[in-house]
């Protein structure tokens, strides 16, 4: 955002990322925040940590399969030189985000205070700087600069949303930007720019309206609107004069015709720029708009522009390893493309508003928002409760109103889920959510509400999603087509929100339907209190499958091939893009761990990546499936099946130099949409190539696997190897194997590692190859040790067999 005062034009938005300290605990009072500490004095406590922000205090606890995460308060500490350029100007702190209640200071004094971890918020700093600049220690202790104290704090607390009883981890710290901004006496407090096209795309209407932020009663001021196609060219402007600043004012209609559309394949947005003047200064703010028209055919598919779109999509925590929440704008970035490349065109960023970042990377990328308040789970708290969750989804729809990328605003999620409250009162759960859905129309009348797994509030808003989980929770997955099908006739509005499995990143399986022969269909594909849990219940593939990439890539495969012959299908997001950390699940594979990415916890692809690249990808790709599979087994002369993942008309496999055909793709064809081939692998090492072609595109995969032909009886032995080192890092291999030294390729047994000497366990990290306790995939597990140029001892305990240990 860029503020110009008269001639003066400077970047007056300042991220505050640097000297921050840091202390994971609370305090006594504001004045322990405020004693300086003396270097090498025991007394001086307690001790505080250098950090940067973004910041969270559960970057690694969250993940630490020790125990649950650290809920509670936390402070933050900084001296900054404040010099507001404007004559009369405000000095302001702007939240990008902080969890989940935080209080602020201005050296002693409390200036602000916010309950909310995921809505944008500001604090006046003006008068306290000013007040504080008169204080004696000004300079003499802070030598001329301004001690700021935050307190951000965490801790269990049923009166606030979400629940804590939710499926992810409710973090806390600074962990979105913190920005120093100066602005002139008058400023923007928000611009409101209504962009709407009819389905034809033939007329288009801009209406704008400005908030304004008065603290000083301004009686008059100048807006001057200038709108900017595509290409940068000016086309429309306007001039008027207010004379009052109080209310949300109109500053601009504007007709446009024929404007150019907003849509996945060209995310097109013209600019608003808004400058306001008075005497005491200028301000200017810039939003981007889109045009784009949208609706759910009644019992019928999703139009966008005039013609179906069938939305593929998936999900989104503010998680990633080793930063919990704190993710910077190059990862948002990296992620946000990650999922473009995968093919979406869909997501819905559960549970609660998120960063400005994301919107505008799926405004920029062409990648369609529902988006959600953080009303889930834990039934229905008092006035408090309902208080802040108005607010929060105010302040959510308010803040992204003008993102074209926003379809849906979603007011809650599994709200049928008890458990906080003594009473569980589905008419009054039924009366909040008609409030909300009100509330959220009053405020966008242009966009639809939503919610997820509420069957008893379905009627009350726009679109609908019901638990499906064919193939993982309930049923198996052929039965998809048939109990989607079900549930759309019982909605006007139908879109499949959640689904798919988890999976154990390296784990791969011959037959990933050993031991399900027990689970039949046509009892339901829901999901229901109990089924997330290892154990107890009817039979289902989340407690009795083996959790291999194997099976959740025909999961996935099957529910794809089916949605493209689902003609009424609004569209889907599959749960989730990225594994994340949640304190419900501490048995999963990787503890603490929900593991239904299709990316691991630091954004390492797994198989399943590929095969959605597959479906929604235009650009040519193929990927032959295993590239973390390094050993396949079974008898000599055996076929095996070669699965390829591609998006190209057909593909030719080559095995150790022979051909096996080349095959035509086929979606319905499955598995793999036909590009799948029965091969007889030599015993041990074996190189497995494909080529495949789309028009004059070609594009090559290839990848070797042993194969192993020798059979292991049961694990009786640790064997521990250092695999290699780069730039002091070494990575360290476990296999479990048998008697005779035959690894055991379909052990799964429980792996820990630790540490003695210089090095560091590269471990809290929540994935595969990170994590100090962690289930076997293929009888191994690995981990990474930084050297720290010094000697260590790597050990690994299993329970029931020997330990092991390797010096480096």
């Keep these: 955002m860029m503020f110009i005062c008269g001639n003066l034009s400077a970047q007056q938005s300042v991220r505050l990322n640097h000297n921050w300290e840091f202390l994971k605990q609370d305090i006594g009072g504001i004045w322990e925040a405020l004693r300086p500490v003396t270097a090498g004095n025991p007394e001086s406590v307690p001790l505080w940590q250098a950090v940067n922000t973004p910041h969270c205090f559960n970057a690694r606890d969250a993940v630490d399969p020790s125990g649950n995460y650290y809920q509670g308060p936390g402070w933050y500490r900084t001296q900054l030189d404040i010099a507001n350029p404007y004559p009369q100007g405000r000095t302001i702190l702007h939240f990008e985000g902080a969890g989940q209640k935080t209080d602020v200071y201005v050296y002693n004094v409390k200036v602000g ?5 995921y809505d944008e918020w500001t604090v006046d700093i003006t ?5 504080f600049k008169q204080n004696p220690v000004f300079k003499k202790q802070f030598k001329g600069k301004i001690p700021i104290e935050i307190r951000c704090d965490n801790s269990r607390d049923l009166e606030s949303i979400p629940s804590r009883l939710s499926d992810f981890c409710v973090y806390g710290g600074i962990y979105r ?9 008058l400023s923007l407090d928000k611009v409101f720019a209504s962009a709407e096209v009819d389905s034809e795309g033939k007329s288009g209407r801009l209406s704008i309206k400005a908030r304004f932020y008065n603290p000083q009663s301004i009686a008059g001021a100048n807006a001057n609107v200038v709108i900017i196609d595509p290409q940068g060219k000016n086309i429309r402007h306007s001039d008027t004069q207010l004379t009052s600043l109080n209310n949300d004012e109109a500053i601009g209609l504007f007709t446009i015709d024929k404007p150019q559309l907003w849509s996945p394949s060209k995310p097109l947005r013209y600019t608003v720029e808004v400058t306001v003047s008075t005497p005491d200064g200028i301000f200017k703010q810039t939003e981007k708009i889109g045009f784009r028209n949208f609706e759910f055919a009644d019992n019928g598919p999703f139009m966008l522009n005039g013609k179906r779109l069938l939305l593929n999509g998936t999900h989104r925590h503010d998680d990633q390893a080793g930063v919990a929440a704190a993710l910077t704008e190059d990862m948002l970035r990296t992620e946000m493309q990650m999922i473009k490349n995968m093919g979406a065109n869909f997501i819905r960023l559960g549970h609660y508003q998120q960063s400005r970042i994301v919107l505008n990377l799926c405004d920029s990328l062409g990648i369609l928002v529902w988006e959600e308040e953080p009303w889930c789970r ?30 849906i605003w979603g007011l809650g999620n599994e709200n049928d889920w008890d458990g906080d409250f003594q009473e569980f009162d589905k008419q009054k759960i039924r009366a909040f959510m008609q409030q909300q859905n009100n509330l959220a129309h009053r405020l966008d009348p242009s966009r639809k509400t939503a919610i997820r797994r509420c069957d008893f509030c379905k009627d009350i808003v726009d679109v609908y999603s019901p638990s499906i989980w064919a193939g993982w929770y309930r049923g198996v997955y052929s039965e998809y087509q048939s109990v989607s099908q079900t549930e759309f006739k019982s909605v006007k509005h139908f879109i499949h929100i959640e689904w798919g499995g988890d999976s154990h990143a390296m784990r791969h399986a011959e037959d990933p339907y050993q031991g399900l022969p027990k689970i039949s269909a046509g009892k339901g594909a829901d999901e229901r209190a109990g089924d997330a849990n290892l154990h107890g219940g ?3 593939v989340s407690r009795d499958g083996d959790w291999s990439e194997s099976y959740i890539c025909d999961l996935f495969d099957w529910h794809l091939k089916e949605q ?20 419900v699940r501490p048995e999963n594979p990787i503890p603490y761990i929900n593991q239904k990415g299709v990316v691991e916890h630091d954004m390492r692809p797994k198989e399943a990546y590929y095969v959605f690249q597959s479906y929604w990808a235009d650009k040519p790709m193929a990927h032959i499936y295993g590239h973390t599979w390094p050993v396949r087994w079974g008898n000599e002369g055996e076929q095996k099946m070669v699965k390829v993942y591609s ?16 095959k035509k793709r086929n979606s319905q ?8 081939w029965l091969v007889v692998f030599n015993k041990g090492e074996n190189n497995i190539k494909v080529i495949a072609k789309k028009g004059k595109t070609i594009i090559k995969d290839e990848i070797s696997q042993v194969y192993q032909t020798d059979k292991w009886s049961k694990p009786a032995k640790l064997v521990l190897e250092k695999l290699g080192e780069e730039n002091g890092v070494a990575t360290v291999q476990v296999k479990i194997i048998d008697d005779n030294q035959v690894q055991c390729l379909d052990a799964a047994n429980w792996i820990n590692f630790s540490l003695a000497g210089d090095g560091r366990l590269i471990d809290d990290l929540g994935t595969s190859s990170g994590s100090r306790k962690v289930q076997a995939y293929n009888g191994r597990a690995i981990i990474r040790v930084e050297s720290n140029k010094g000697k260590s001892v790597v050990g690994v305990q299993s329970p029931g067999l020997p330990s092991v240990f390797l010096d480096l």
Excluded at 382 to 395: F, I, K, P, W
Excluded at 570 to 580: I, N, S, Y
């Design 647 to 662: 998006n190209c008309d057909e593909a030719e496999l080559w095995v150790n130099g022979k051909s096996y055909g080349t």
């Design 127 to 131: 008068n306290a700087v000013a007040d």
């Design 538 to 540: 009817d039979a289902r």
């Design 177 to 185: 930007y913190l920005n120093l901004v100066y602005t002139p006496a």
């Design 564 to 583: 493209e012959k689902m003609p009424w299908l609004t569209g889907t997001a599959f749960w989730t893009f990225k594994d994340f950390a949640t304190p």
């Design 113 to 117: 205070s916010h309950l909310g971890g």
């Design 378 to 407: 834990g039934g229905l708290g008092g006035e408090v409760y309902q208080g802040q969750a108005r607010s929060m989804l105010t302040n959510m729809i308010e803040q992204h109103y003008n993102h074209p990328s926003v379809i």
């Design 669 to 676: 064809d499955f598995p793999a949409a036909g590009l799948h």
